[in-house]
């Protein structure tokens, strides 16, 4: 699985992960009654007219780094996402990455986040020159369970004399936690910050999923933004993401005006002005033409999050009727969730998988394989068993097609088909019996 995993459609602006059938409206098998697991052209082709003419008078002024064009996105996103600043940087790996240094991770630190994610995740944390520490994910959510991240602090760490943890195996000072909020719904950050807080725990917020998703702070008495909780949120505008750039972008937002600083510096070149480089920074800057684009298509995301979430309800309502053999994923009480994603479980999600792609049907494995199991982290010594929630969930989710104009008759398609499918199963498993 790699970032830009291709799929049989036009060009590969999927979501990370593996897309079946394509990028584009119809998908190749399944003619016209086929239903793509995404749809990045429709929206492409309603906004072209404001687009090209972004274009045009990008190539009128040629500022094509830097310049109002980024601030006015900076500034339109920060104000969404209801922080002070908003960092514009080149991916959301970067946002990531650049969020834990600015945050005051050190190289040698232990960094905490979920097996269930994007690598992109953990290679921020690499990358940073930390440790990347997993704790398991809840069952219903699949997002981090604050339980086990109390277990973690407590069972696999010694506190030092300054009252902060220290990984047993290891002897690595654990200093920041990245909660995941996936699929875009927010993970229990209530929970995850008042430990965060005990054990002196920087909170960055891999939001990448999350544009626009809200979660109810029972402590504070109010809903939040997704990346206005931690010390930093990181968005990524990848193509398929809920607001998504045409290439590669991404977004560092906070309250922390070091933090924002911080960020600035590093993804130029450390610079804090022309040629004067207070520290070694990176070339991970956002272009003026995708933040353009991006403010264009964030005064559309609000009505793109809602008919997800129209989508969404539907699908759970549906899918209730046979709910034998589906479990669909819970929406929190405290979450507003933007539903970048629509997973559900199913016990034969492989061969389901093939039968709705023989039926034209696209879906995906979000993710296929827990990144403590992944081939590149084989040297961190786990194995199968270590992170059973997610393991669990790993054979078990298919995303299913979601975006803001797939159509209800698209979805009781999708859904009879499901509906098919577990029928002849349990016909099978009754004759057989
Ligand atoms: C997309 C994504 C990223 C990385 O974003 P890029 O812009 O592709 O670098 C990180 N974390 C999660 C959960 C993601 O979905």
């Not at 749809?39 to 492409?44: A, F, K, N, S």
């Not at 369970?145 to 195996?169: H, Q, S, W």
């Not at 999350?210 to 990524?236: M, N, P, Q, T, V």
């Not at 298919?398 to 199963?425: C, D, G, H």
């Amino acid at each position: 699985m790699t970032a830009n995993n291709g799929s049989n459609g036009n060009g590969s602006n999927g979501h990370h992960g593996s897309g079946h059938n394509g990028n584009g409206r119809n998908g190749a098998a399944g003619g016209s009654r086929a239903v793509s697991f995404l749809d990045l052209i429709t929206p492409h082709l309603e906004l072209e007219d404001e687009l090209v003419t972004l274009f045009r008078s990008a190539l009128s002024h040629a500022g094509f780094i830097g310049g109002p064009m980024l601030e006015d996105f900076e500034k339109a996103f920060a104000q969404y996402c209801d922080t002070q600043y908003c960092v514009g940087v080149s991916s959301g790996t970067d946002a990531l990455r650049f969020a834990l240094t600015a945050a005051g991770v050190n190289p040698g630190d232990a960094v905490v986040t979920v097996p269930n994610t994007f690598i992109a995740t953990t290679e921020a944390i690499s990358q940073a020159g930390a440790h990347p520490e997993f704790v398991d994910v809840d069952e219903h959510t699949h997002n981090m369970n604050p339980e086990k991240l109390r277990e973690f602090l407590e069972r696999k760490c010694e506190i030092d004399a300054d009252g902060k943890p220290v990984t047993r195996r290891g002897k690595r000072p654990v200093t920041a936690v990245v909660p995941v909020h996936l699929f875009g719904q927010p993970a229990d950050m209530d929970s995850l910050c008042e430990l965060a807080e005990r054990y002196h725990l920087t909170v960055i917020e891999d939001a990448c999923q999350a544009h626009g998703a809200e979660y109810y702070s029972r402590k504070e008495g109010c809903w939040k933004k997704a990346g206005s909780i931690g010390l930093a949120g990181a968005f990524s505008f990848y193509p398929g993401k809920n607001l998504g750039a045409c290439g590669e972008a991404g977004a560092v937002t906070t309250n922390d005006e070091q933090v924002a600083r911080t960020v600035r510096m590093l993804r130029d070149h450390g610079q804090s002005r022309k040629y004067h480089h207070e520290i070694e920074g990176y070339n991970g800057r956002l272009d003026a033409i995708q933040a353009g684009i991006l403010k264009v298509k964030l005064s559309h995301l609000d009505r793109w999050n809602q008919q997800r979430r129209e989508r969404a309800s539907l699908y759970d309502s549906l899918l209730t009727v046979i709910r034998e053999g589906v479990k669909v994923c819970v929406e929190a009480p405290f979450a507003k969730p933007i539903y970048h994603l629509y997973v559900v479980r199913v016990q034969q999600r492989d061969e389901l998988m093939a039968k709705l792609a023989h039926e034209g049907i696209g879906t995906g494995i979000h993710y296929p394989i827990p990144l403590h199991l992944q081939r590149a982290y084989q040297h961190m010594g786990y194995k199968e068993a270590d992170f059973p929630v997610s393991e669990r969930l790993a054979k078990e989710i298919i995303s299913l097609p979601m975006y803001p104009n797939l159509t209800p008759e698209q979805q009781y398609r999708v859904v009879e088909k499901i509906r098919e499918f577990l029928s002849a199963r349990s016909d099978a498993i009754l004759s057989a019996a």
